[in-house]
């Protein structure tokens, strides 16, 4: 159902091609206005003011348990076995996998079951949390504070950001900021301030 203030309209899902079913499971209003929807076992559905564009091939067959978008306009989707994956403005859709070091796979379907393999059951929600913020806080898409970053000794991306701790720190935002800093050794205050504004982030 669409609320415009005045009256309630349905909003009719079920005739969208490549959308089997009316079932959301996660919702996103992303930064230009566009509502994104993360439909049962696998499509995706966005919609701006003047056009519906459904995501579907490549997408995990998984229940979609949040979405958040970031400051390149990138949407990222978590899904409740712990797999992640991101579509990028002109549609181009990325499941996380081998060069991020989770899985050799590459079949969407087998990277969702190997990455739930990783870990227990019941942490599967939060680390895909934790995953999104982590590329909020540390690992952007253009300049990731690898200098910074907890997760650097292990990372197969490691460089693509600058090393210097210094010089990284300043990369690193969100209210999490001085935890995050004090990790790899430097204070809050001896660190440049935060490149750009705080950004949207959770605790």
């Known amino acids: 159902m669409r609320f415009d203030g005045a009256r309630f309209k349905e909003f009719p899902l079920a ?19 566009q509502l994104w929807l993360g439909m049962d076992r696998g499509p995706v559905v966005c919609i701006a003011p003047k056009s519906t564009k ?25 899904y409740g076995d712990g797999g992640l994956t991101r579509i990028q403005p002109d549609g181009q859709i990325k499941v996380f996998g081998a060069a991020d070091g989770w899985t050799a796979e590459e079949d969407p379907i087998k990277v969702e079951h190997a990455v739930g393999a990783l870990m227990s059951r019941r942490d599967w929600t939060i680390v895909s949390h934790e ?16 200098g910074a970053c907890t997760l650097a000794a292990d990372c197969p991306s490691y460089g693509t950001g600058p090393t210097d701790l210094v010089e990284a ?17 430097i204070a809050d205050e001896d660190a440049p301030a935060p490149a750009g504004g705080e950004g949207r982030d959770a605790p």
Do not use: Y
């Open 54 to 78: 459904v995501f579907s091939r490549g997408l995990p067959d998984a229940r979609a348990v949040c979405m958040v978008d970031d400051g390149q306009g990138d949407v990222w989707i978590t």
């Open 15 to 33: 005739n969208l091609e490549g959308v089997p079913n009316r079932v959301v499971r996660a919702l996103l209003l992303d930064r230009r206005g």
């Open 169 to 185: 720190a300043a990369l690193v935002k969100g209210p999490s900021r001085t935890r995050l800093l004090g990790m790899v050794g």
């Open 131 to 146: 995953v999104i913020f982590h590329g909020r806080r540390v690992c952007h898409a253009r300049k990731p504070a690898c």
